[in-house]
């Protein structure tokens, strides 16, 4: 008979350096830093789709020559150029289409939640590290005629030493990481582990009435990883710090999936949410919808129309 998994098992789909931090809450985690390669990459993918969408834009103002769709045009290829990497980064959770398709995410170097701020700040910090030096290098005759010889020169040694920066740190971050507290993981390909109650008692005696009962959309925030996460808390009850581990999580999640009811007793709501939580997520591999974690792109919203 096979023995059971252990709770922290995953499989990380892209090989990166570990790294341990422990989250705000206390949790400790295991997390797999992302390559360089695959950094790379996931830009060069999103460098693609901000370039077609310019030729896309430049076509249509060559096909279409009118003064008001040429300015929307030129405004357009500002926002994209500008605000790309800062929408999806917030929207899909610290993932670009790039970063996605390399299962790559951007994270809080705390363990914290990851901050509008630190976004913004990181892709700010893009221009001067990326974007500036290759323009001085491509268009610095057609943009600065008149340059001096120096200037070839200087901003080829600026692109290499700064895109070159997250060769030379251990957790691979670049000038805009360090500046805004963040790095960038390999999501882990996780699998759903044996039930936790299936092989200990995980039921707090009460009656059946006074437990939790929790919605689809509520269930649906999180994914297999936060379960895993979940259950190893709920395993290490002989912590020091248990009790203030799991209250911290309990308002994590409650907070996040808007539980407005009081809770008395944490050990029975996180019990109860995740006996709820794993029903969820099984019901989810059997219809074919798997949701790897929190930052899956899948919103809440979406799983919920696709029961529908």
Same mark, same amino acid.
């Given at each position: 008979?096979?023995?059971?998994?252990?709770?922290?098992?995953?499989? #990380?789909? /892209?090989? =990166? *350096?570990?790294?341990?931090?422990?989250?705000?809450? &206390?949790?400790?985690?295991?997390?797999?830093?992302?390559?360089?390669?695959?950094?790379?990459?996931?830009?060069?993918?999103?460098?693609?789709?901000?370039?077609?969408?310019?030729? +896309?834009?430049?076509?249509?103002?060559?096909?279409?020559?009118?003064?008001?769709?040429?300015?929307? *045009?030129?405004? =357009?290829?500002?926002?994209?150029?500008?605000?790309?990497?800062?929408?999806?980064?917030?929207?899909?959770? =610290?993932?670009?289409?790039? $970063?996605?398709?390399?299962?790559?995410?951007?994270?809080?170097?705390?363990?914290?939640?990851?901050?509008?701020? %630190?976004?913004?700040?990181?892709?700010? *910090?893009?221009?001067?590290?990326?974007?500036?030096?290759?323009?001085?290098?491509? %268009?610095? @005759?057609?943009?600065?005629?008149?340059?001096?010889?120096?200037?070839?020169?200087?901003?080829?040694?600026?692109?290499?030493?700064?895109?070159?920066?997250?060769?030379?740190?251990?957790?691979?971050?670049?000038? &805009? !990481?360090?500046?805004? &507290?963040?790095?960038?993981?390999?999501?882990?390909?996780?699998?759903?582990?044996? !039930?936790?109650?299936?092989?200990?008692?995980?039921? *707090?005696?009460? @009656?059946?009435? +006074?437990?939790?009962?929790?919605?689809?959309?509520?269930? #649906?925030?999180?994914?297999?990883?936060?379960?895993?996460?979940?259950? /190893?808390?709920?395993?290490? +009850?002989?912590?020091?710090?248990? !009790?203030?581990?799991?209250?911290?999580?309990?308002?994590?999640?409650?907070?996040?999936? &808007?539980?407005?009811?009081?809770?008395?007793?944490?050990?029975?709501?996180?019990?109860?949410?995740?006996? +709820?939580?794993?029903?969820?997520?099984?019901?989810?591999?059997?219809?074919? $919808?798997?949701?790897?974690?929190?930052?899956?792109?899948?919103? @809440?919203?979406?799983?919920? !129309?696709?029961?529908?």
């Amino acid at each position: 008979m096979a023995a059971a998994p252990s709770p922290r098992q995953y499989r #990380a789909r /892209k090989e =990166g *350096t570990p790294l341990d931090i422990v989250s705000p809450e &206390g949790v400790p985690l295991r997390l797999n830093i992302a390559s360089q390669g695959a950094r790379l990459t996931a830009f060069l993918l999103d460098s693609l789709i901000i370039g077609g969408v310019a030729v +896309a834009l430049g076509l249509l103002e060559i096909l279409f020559p009118i003064h008001e769709l040429q300015m929307l *045009t030129l405004v =357009g290829f500002f926002l994209v150029r500008n605000f790309y990497f800062m929408f999806f980064e917030q929207r899909w959770q =610290g993932a670009t289409p790039g $970063k996605r398709n390399l299962r790559l995410q951007v994270i809080d170097a705390g363990g914290g939640q990851l901050t509008v701020e %630190a976004i913004i700040v990181r892709n700010l *910090t893009r221009d001067v590290e990326i974007f500036l030096p290759l323009t001085l290098l491509v %268009a610095s @005759p057609f943009i600065w005629p008149d340059a001096p010889g120096w200037v070839f020169p200087l901003a080829m040694l600026w692109a290499l030493v700064l895109g070159l920066f997250p060769v030379f740190n251990k957790q691979r971050r670049r000038i &805009g !990481d360090l500046v805004a &507290g963040t790095l960038v993981i390999a999501a882990p390909q996780v699998a759903l582990l044996g !039930d936790m109650a299936a092989s200990e008692d995980t039921a *707090t005696p009460q @009656p059946d009435g +006074a437990k939790p009962v929790f919605t689809r959309a509520q269930l #649906a925030f999180y994914g297999i990883y936060e379960l895993q996460v979940l259950e /190893k808390i709920l395993r290490e +009850a002989d912590l020091v710090n248990a !009790d203030q581990q799991r209250a911290a999580v309990r308002e994590n999640i409650c907070r996040k999936i &808007g539980w407005r009811e009081t809770v008395t007793d944490d050990l029975a709501f996180l019990k109860a949410f995740y006996a +709820a939580q794993r029903a969820h997520l099984e019901d989810h591999l059997l219809m074919g $919808k798997r949701r790897e974690d929190k930052f899956d792109g899948t919103s @809440p919203a979406a799983l919920d !129309d696709q029961e529908k």
